[in-house]
T-cell receptor, first 113, second 116 residues
Framework: AQSVTQLGSHVSVSEGALVLLRCNYS??????LFWYVQYPNQGLQLLLK??????LVKGINGFEAEFKKSETSFHLTKPSAHMSDAAEYFC???????????FGTGTKLQVIP | GAGVSQTPSNKVTEKGKYVELRCDPI?????LYWYRQSLGQGPEFLIY????????DSGLPNDRFFAVRPEGSVSTLKIQRTERGDSAVYLC??????????????FGAGSRLTVL
């Protein structure tokens, strides 16, 4: 079975600083990987997804993630944090031919002015 | 509809009571998922449907939990003999389905269940 591990349940960054949220996956077959975001009092929405086309994936709001097979990682980055980025971020995994999507435990991002 | 609709948005019940939570997915989406999210945790998979059938119900915690999707659209999650540990936000999501597994889930706002 596939799984994801998110390192750090809480991350704080200053406004304008680099955002780095970590996700490592475990899968016996090539995975599909996702980052979802949950803003306060809103539902989860997709930030970006990796489906084996390109290892560097760009998403909404300036976020991007790089698939690194050798490190089994799919970390989420943004060069410059904005106050509006404060939210909870979830990494998720699925595999070809199987619709089940497994989520990580989430990382809550705090942006300090 | 335009999005995934879940009702009720909030439900408070007493221990031992029966509860139904409803999900109305995006029109045309063949796959429907139920997740449970406890405070400070990520969404925990419960069950997903492809059409009318439950393709994977491995996440249902015990036989008090049951879900149906009789016409391949609206789904109902049913919880019998509720326990305080069932308190959580129950999330529904839908997707276009298909074989690839890379489909994006569109989530509803959730139904917050509180068992007293």
């Amino acid at each position: 079975a596939q799984s994801v591990t998110q390192l750090g349940s809480h991350v704080s960054v200053s406004e304008g600083a680099l955002v780095l949220l970590r996700c490592n996956y475990s899968s016996s077959v090539p995975p599909y990987l996702f980052w979802y975001v949950q803003y306060p009092n809103q539902g989860l929405q997709l930030l970006l997804k990796y489906t084996s086309a390109a290892t560097l994936v760009k998403g909404i709001n300036g976020f991007e993630a790089e698939f690194k097979k050798s490190e089994t990682s799919f970390h989420l980055t943004k060069p410059s944090a904005h106050m509006s980025d404060a939210a909870e971020y979830f990494c998720a995994v699925s595999v070809w031919g199987y619709q089940k999507v497994t989520f990580g435990t989430g990382t809550k991002l705090q942006v300090i002015p | 509809g335009a999005g995934v609709s879940q009702t009720p948005s909030n439900k408070v019940t007493e221990k031992g009571k029966y509860v139904e939570l409803r999900c109305d997915p995006i029109s045309g989406h063949t796959a429907l998922y139920w997740y449970r999210q406890s405070l400070g945790q990520g969404p925990e998979f419960l069950i997903y449907f492809q059409g009318t059938g439950a393709a994977d119900d491995s996440g249902l915690p015990n036989d008090r939990f049951f879900a149906v999707r009789p016409e391949g659209s609206v789904s109902t999650l049913k919880i019998q003999r509720t326990e305080r540990g069932d308190s959580a936000v129950y999330l529904c999501a839908s997707s276009t389905g298909g074989d690839s597994g890379a489909n994006v889930l569109t989530f509803g706002a959730g139904s917050r269940l509180t068992v007293l």
